[in-house]
């Protein structure tokens, strides 16, 4: 009886970003006309896009490193080959998996010891924290020196939030909304803060990797013409990301293009080409990574999806859906 009810509960989390794809894509339609932004597309100039696609093993890589450099921090030595073969894996998750709950699932093809889970799932949480962080920064630089109020706005409260959240998991207070997965950051953190400069240099990479993605962007919209500035795209790029970030879309499919619509516009940019420009970003990230992915991780990646099943965790700690066989042994 308690398992139907638990299974019934997960329905309307299941539904809710399939929802939010379908509300998302309607706004779009109802603010652009798709068939031209569609025509922008199709007349997209082949040497930006070309340079576009080309970013996405850079941003791979520094991703790589950074989340190298902060598992050896904790004593946890990763080879670079196959951290980068868990960012993409990652991404091809992403597609699937509602708020970027890849990157979460990205724990499980860091493992060897199962016993290692609930401290590489924090890890792997402060990463994604050092993420928001990076992003807000982002938005908060550009939005404070070149007039954007709404990215300063939403990016200093991106920052603020993230650094609150920090300090209060270190100082050992409850977050509610983390639950048990606050127990997991705070150790996390812990191992971390003793290397305070080796921690800055993770959010430093943290911030490159977000530069490379958002000059995927910028190069996404320029190759269809919206004329764009590197300021307009480090402003608004940041929210338009963090809003594909909620778990309200499949893989911010809608969400992200009509945030970043909607803030572009306001700049007097055309709502055409600036959602032709977004929709191939989308592109790029939600089905050409996952192709990288697919095409770099081969056979290995596919079995280990396959070994993926619901165990009982180590005692103390919470159960997470992952075979007694490690599946990143042969990545």
Known sequence: MTSGVRRFSRWPLLLLPWLGLIVAVVL?????????????????????LG?????LPFTVLIAGIKVQRIFALADVPLSLRRVCSAVLAAASLNMFVPGRGGDLLKAVF???????LPKTIGLVLVERALDVGALGMWALTAGAFFGYRQAALLGGATVAVTLLGMVALGASLRLPLLGRKAVLVREALGALRRAPLGLAVCG???????????????LCLGCVGAHATM?????????????????VSVSGIGTRDVVLVAMLVSRELDAERVAAGALLYTLTQSVGLPLVGLFALGRQSLAAYR??????????????GVSPVSPTRDI
């Open 307 to 320: 070994r993926l099943a619901v165990a009982p965790a180590p005692e103390g700690h919470m159960s997470v």
């Open 110 to 116: 860091l493992m060897d010891d199962r016993r290692l």
């Open 51 to 55: 340079g576009a696609l080309l970013c």
């Open 204 to 218: 430093f990479l943290a911030a490159v990797t977000w530069a490379t993605n958002l000059l995927t962007l910028w």
């Open 28 to 48: 779009l339609m109802s603010s652009v006309d798709l068939a031209a932004a569609g025509r922008h597309m199709l007349a997209a100039d082949g040497a930006m």
């Open 231 to 247: 300021v307009d795209v480090v402003a608004a790029g940041p929210i338009a990301i963090l809003a594909g970030a909620l778990p």
